[in-house]
């Protein structure tokens, strides 16, 4: 979560803010450490097998893979891509408790070819996807837009990894 | 702008809550119903539908918040309109970068936590000085 919003915080900084607007910034950055502190949960996340960590990288990596593909090499676009593959794991894959870590996986394909520039970059970042997806099982629970940040999270880890950056 | 930001937000929201409790629709499935109706037919209807494309998708987002964050189909209205807000202040932020969009969700779902944690201390003070 820090990482993502610490970007998105600094590029808000760095256009001009007059003091009424920067009151109501620090007002909503005040409400939403409470809400971090009220949603967070205390107790350490439950350790992975190995094998369960490895399928839901792979989910979450075949969901950005096919939604790069769609809003790249078709006229859906990012967005009708990112609900193509997310209709589509929630019925391939809704005997098992894959679709979720695949619709993480397609925010990542949801990337523009400006920042992830090759498939196999994107397919490392949603394997990325995955491995914090089970990593930070029960935290944060509930709170919607969780699994976009863990896509943010990967796709920015992926970029600094690989020696890239951002503006 | 923001007026249709906060309209779109609003509808998505909704759209994706009621999807969730009247059809019983999975957090997946309604996310992505959304996402691909929003993605096909707001680009085709104006300049700016790819950017209120994007809010709904973002709005869609928040939808996926459990019952026990938000329950009333008002609190999701309020949710969603905070979407709508912070991706018209952050709409030059993270560009391109996957995920952005959930971000705004989990921020907006986050602030609307906080706030309601913050009414709540404040009526247990307010009760606690009607008391006294």
Request: charged share 10%.
């Amino acid at each position: 979560m820090v990482i993502p919003a610490s970007v998105a915080v600094w590029q808000v900084l760095q256009q001009p803010l007059g003091w009424r607007r920067g009151v109501v910034v620090g007002l909503l950055a005040l409400l939403m450490a409470l809400g971090i502190k009220d949603s967070v949960r205390k107790e350490r996340c439950a350790a992975k097998r190995a094998g369960v960590m490895l399928t839901t990288a792979f989910a979450a990596a075949g969901g950005a893979l096919a939604t790069y593909v769609l809003a790249q090499y078709t006229p859906l676009g990012s967005i009708a891509a990112s609900g193509v593959v997310g209709l589509g794991a929630a019925y391939v894959l809704r005997r098992s408790d894959l679709s979720t870590a695949a619709y993480a996986g397609a925010f990542v394909g949801m990337s523009s070819p400006a920042v992830l520039s090759s498939l196999p970059v994107v397919a490392i970042a949603g394997l990325v996807t995955g491995v914090l997806y089970e990593t930070l099982d029960g935290i944060f629970d509930g709170v919607g837009g969780r699994l976009g940040t863990m896509a943010a999270i990967a796709v920015l880890v992926t970029l600094l990894a690989a020696g890239g950056g951002w503006s | 702008m923001l007026f249709w930001s906060l309209v779109s937000a609003v509808a998505a929201g909704l759209a994706g809550f009621l999807g969730r409790k009247l059809l019983k629709l999975s957090s997946v499935q309604a996310s992505a119903a959304i996402a691909l109706l929003a993605g096909v037919t707001l680009p085709q209807l104006s300049s700016e539908g790819a950017y209120l494309a994007a809010v709904c998708t973002c709005a869609s987002y928040a939808a996926m918040s459990s019952e026990k964050m938000v329950y009333t189909p008002l609190q999701m209205a309020g949710v969603s309109g905070l979407c709508g807000l912070i991706a018209y202040v952050g709409r030059d932020c993270l560009v391109g970068v996957g995920g952005r969009l959930g971000t705004y969700a989990a921020a907006a779902v986050l602030i609307f936590a906080g706030g309601m944690r913050a009414g709540e201390q404040l009526q247990l003070l307010r009760g606690g000085s009607m008391q006294q």
